[in-house]
């Protein structure tokens, strides 16, 4: 199975598939890494490196740092695996405490002591690329130009993208950059169809009933045009389509997979690759047995009659 992937995946050499690893670290509650973290978490990392993933994607907040922490001792555990994976994170969401209410944050400051934090519990000298993980109202993008400079001259960074930012927000920074965003992670699955509905249902007259639809309007478009890798962030859609008794949208996923002789997670994938983007899905889970039952994904190839029975049915109402 080909794949038409985006002008800048030289610059990314993994294949198309992701594994994010914010259910890695135990539970959210911090404290220290235990043999029943890296346990689990080796399972999880061999089961996705058995499936052809080679990027891993973090960020500073998943499991409050635990996530990359349990990753880390991965790392010194296992002289080659850094050779046999690329590692991405996020930075710039920041938790309540009890002097201040969580917010976002893309000050120069931030961003580069969040990277040296994420190094640290990585056990790694470069990462390969930084997201921004969430648009900062208060964002310069002269300042951010500024420290991906200084992170990228002192070795530490390799490439930078964003998250969850729509076409106007990436032109915007992309204005003070040297070096093109490489990668945009948004939420999309058959649970999530903004950034689909917003280039099909402009004209809809029950359009208003997805407002959420609008803002992304010309994401995947833009990101095309200027080889922006896209991501879905919630690929597998929670778990929400694996009872086929749960709505019409799960039926059709378990009927296609059946023609197809291949787990509904494995549609659940081909149908953000079969996309034109190249859209990279990120596999969100912590079990070893559903990352596995991910492997066909890039083996099938959805006609567009199914993946448009797919999408219209997880609308749950036809196209304008």
Not at 129 to 143: G, K, N, Q, S
Not at 275 to 301: K, L
């Amino acid at each position: 199975m080909s794949f038409a992937l985006p002008l800048n995946t030289h610059l990314i050499d993994v294949g198309p598939l992701v594994y994010g690893c914010m259910a890695l670290g135990g539970d959210w509650g911090g404290g220290p890494v235990t043999e029943a973290d890296i346990a689990q978490a080796h399972a999880a990392v061999e089961a996705a490196l058995a499936i052809g993933v080679r990027l891993f994607d973090h960020a500073d907040i998943y499991r409050r740092g635990k996530a990359e922490a349990v990753f880390g001792e991965l790392l010194r555990r296992d002289a080659g695996l850094r050779a046999r994976v690329r590692l991405q994170s996020k930075c710039g969401i920041r938790f309540a405490d009890d002097q201040h209410v969580g917010r976002y944050d893309l000050s120069a400051g931030h961003i580069e002591a969040s990277v040296d934090a994420i190094l640290q519990r990585l056990a790694i000298e470069r990462l390969d690329i930084l997201l921004l993980h969430r648009p900062d109202p208060l964002m310069e993008p002269a300042e951010v130009a500024r420290a991906f400079g200084r992170l990228k001259a002192a070795g530490k960074v390799g490439h930078l993208g964003v998250s969850n930012m729509h076409a106007g927000q990436m032109r915007w920074l992309q204005t003070a950059l040297a070096e093109p965003l490489v990668v945009n992670q948004l939420e999309l699955s058959l649970a999530k169809l903004d950034a689909l509905d917003a280039g099909t249902t402009f004209n809809d007259p029950q359009a208003a009933s997805r407002p959420g639809a609008a803002a992304w309007a010309g994401t995947l478009e833009y990101a095309q045009r200027h080889g922006v890798q896209l991501q879905a962030w919630g690929a597998l859609a929670q778990g929400r389509f694996n009872d086929p008794a749960a709505s019409p949208a799960a039926q059709a996923v378990h009927e296609i997979a059946e023609a197809h002789r291949t787990t509904p997670n494995a549609v659940l994938l081909a149908w953000l690759l079969r996309h034109p983007a190249g859209i990279q899905p990120v596999i969100g889970s912590g079990n070893a047995e559903r990352i596995r039952a991910c492997a066909d994904a890039t083996r099938i190839q959805l006609s567009r009659d199914e993946w448009y029975r797919l999408y219209v049915t997880a609308r749950g109402q036809a196209l304008p």
